[in-house]
Each structure stands twice: as structure tokens, then as C-alpha cells.
């Protein structure tokens, strides 16, 4: 990788990070300044795709039932609901982001400020009708994600971060975190952990490695595979296919020639420019952060439009 080409390029964005591992060694490493490097901040919605490791590992353990099990075990109370439909909701339904609520995350309904300001974030998002029927379609939505939280603590008799601790950061290495909690005092599920980027470069790669870190497999490499593909097609301006609360997509070896073979990867994203980038083939772990606003963010694509065209040189 010509590396003296990245800094120009990522130059004008002033990124808080840009951090790449190749091989398992670091290729490139970027801070907006030294305190950046040490400095816990907000990941926002990659969140997500910690908690759908923690809930990997909850199965691994056998502390929670399979995939297809509906939610009802947990969530009784739907049970109630006139719509018969809620009580199909599975686990999996969940991760997938295919419930079927009728959700707006922001804009129109502005479903996700709602759900912050109510006094139960899991009663609120329980309540919502349905407009799909479960797994028909994925629709975006942080409050699915508060019940996955909210369905580890019920399994696991503890919080959400604490189980973190014992199977995940612990074992990382990962030491400094801030993580925010509900009313009712269950971690956010779907925002709300804060990490230092080298951090999360340590969770991009545990999922290269399947799984496996310092000779310790900490997620099945089973539940790592499955959680990475590509289970459910998104819809428009977004591109690509939603797995587990993980983002999947693929980019063109040569843009200008249809005819050419695509090379796949997966992302956690989170509001802002929080990503997490993990191309198998390449051997390769991305972590991009920043904190502008939106008006003051760049508006490229940063890993496609920068990074991906240099990682075509080695194929």
C-alpha cells in the first residue's frame, strides 16, 4: 500500500482516525493528535455489532435459546398485543433488523428520539405496531437492538456491560469504556458505547480472525461466519445487505469494467463517521472516526472512494 498517498488523501478530512491493519500487523496509523490515540468517544450505532457479538457468545455459552426462538419467552406481555403478528418475532428477526415495527428511525416519525425520551425504552418499542409482517423486510431501528440488551440481561443475569467485561473486553485487552443505560438501567444497545480507536481495531479483529484471539476462541467461529452475511437486502439511498447488526457490501476490483470479480467485506457504522471495515480476502481491518458535524463532514466514502482503490493494487 502506498501509504504516502493516504495521508495526502485523507489529509483534507481531518478524520479523528484512520487505522489499518494488514496481516495482522498495523499498515497505517493516523491521529487527528496525540490525545486522540488515548481518548474514549462515542462509536455510536458500531454499538450494534458489539452487542451482536455478545449475544454470540451467549449462545455459545447455551444462555440463550436458538435464533428462532420468539421473543415472547422474554417479552410475555406481547402476548397481549391485538396484533398476533408480534409474537412471531424471533431473535434472529431482531439482529436482522426485520421485525416488522413500524419504525423511522429519524425523520418522519422520528421513531429513535421518541424512544430516548420515553420513560421505557423497551415498552416503547414493544408498543409500536407493525407495519411489515416479521423477516418480510429490514427497516432500521435502534429499539430492536434495546431488546436484544435487554433480552442478554434476562439471560444472563447480569448487565449488559459486565458481561462484556468477563467475555469480551477483558479478554481484548480493552480496558477504558464508557457505556450509557436506559432508564430502566440496561446498556444501550443500539448507541451509546464509547471506545478508543485502537480498540475497536482490536474488535475488527477478532472478527478477521474468526473469532479467535491469543489462541482463545472467544465467539464460534460458526456464529462469527454466520453473523457476517449477508441475510437480508437493504433498501435505497443505503446499499449492499444487513447480517447480524452488521453491514455487508462488496466493491469492484476495477469500477471502470463491469466484467471484474468484486472483493466482499463487512462494516460496523455508526452516526458520523464511526466505521469498522473487515475485508476477509485482503486480511485487512479499517477503523475510521471522526466528530464533525454533519454539515462539516466530507462527503466521500471515505473506505470505498480512498482506501478500497489502494487495496486493488495487491490483487
Known sequence: MNLSSLFTAIAPLDLRSCLIIQQGQLAFKHYRDPQTATAIARINSCTKSVLASLICIAIDKGL????????????????????SRKQEITLQHLLTMSAGFDWTEFGGQNSFPRMTRSP????????????DSPGARMEYNS??????????????????????????????????????????GIHTGGFGLWLRPSDMLKFGQLYLQQGKWDNKQLISQELVARSVQSAILVE???????????????????????SSHSVEYYYARGYGGQYIHIVPSLKTVVVLTNDKRKKEQYPADVFRQLIAPLLQQQL
Not at 74 to 83: C, E, M, S, V
Open 64 to 83: 440463550l435459546p436458538p435464533l428462532m426462538t420468539p421473543i415472547s419467552v422474554f417479552f410475555p406481555q406481547l402476548a397481549l398485543y391485538r396484533d
Open 120 to 131: 421505557n425504552w423497551v415498552n416503547f418499542v414493544l408498543e409500536q405496531p407493525l407495519s
Open 143 to 184: 429499539g430492536v437492538s434495546q431488546l436484544l440488551s435487554a433480552i442478554l440481561v434476562q439471560a444472563t443475569g447480569m448487565t449488559t456491560a459486565r458481561f462484556a467485561e468477563l467475555y469480551l473486553f477483558g479478554l481484548l485487552e480493552i480496558e477504558s469504556y464508557k457505556w450509557e443505560i436506559d432508564p430502566q
Open 236 to 258: 435505497a439511498p443505503r446499499h449492499g445487505y444487513y447480517g447480524w447488526h452488521w453491514w455487508t457490501d462488496s466493491y469492484p476490483v476495477d469500477p471502470n469494467d463491469s
